[in-house]
């Protein structure tokens, strides 16, 4: 069982930076792919970008390449989302996942554990 917790979301200004953090707990992180996905209301869960278990592999949406990267830190089970250059249309709520293999892809069925999720809003 896995069990992640995001932190770090809020308001923010257009241009402005956030960044996201994710706690797993459970045996098998550092052997898992992981990803931040986010969704707005009406809408379904998007990929926003994603590590693989090696933590070299990264994979980003189009809409958020040059302003978003990800990392991992094995020893503290911690991922993270560097979200620069913020838009209004980046504001969602945010989810962590883990995956089900140290690859792990852009569509949502490649995860088998899900945060909560963390509010990000981009605004005025």
């Known amino acids: 069982q896995v069990q992640l917790v995001e932190s770090g979301g809020g308001l923010v200004q257009p241009g402005g930076t956030l960044r996201l953090s994710c706690a797993a707990s459970?045996?098998?992180?550092?052997?898992?792919?992981m990803g931040w996905f986010r969704q707005t209301p009406g809408k379904e869960r998007e990929f926003v970008a994603s590590?693989?278990?090696?933590?070299?592999?990264?994979e980003f949406a189009e809409s958020v390449k040059g302003r978003f990267t990800i990392s991992r830190d094995n020893a503290k089970r911690t991922i993270y989302l560097q979200m620069n250059s913020l838009k209004p249309e980046d504001t969602a709520v945010y989810y962590c996942?883990?995956?089900?293999?140290?690859?792990?892809?852009?569509?949502?069925?490649?995860?088998?554990?899900w945060g909560q999720g963390t509010q990000v809003t981009v605004s005025s």
């Open positions: 996942a883990a995956g089900r293999y140290g690859i792990v892809r852009q569509t949502p069925g490649d995860y088998n554990y």
């Open positions: 459970g045996r098998t992180f550092s052997s898992s792919g």
């Open positions: 590590i693989f278990a090696n933590g070299f592999d990264r």
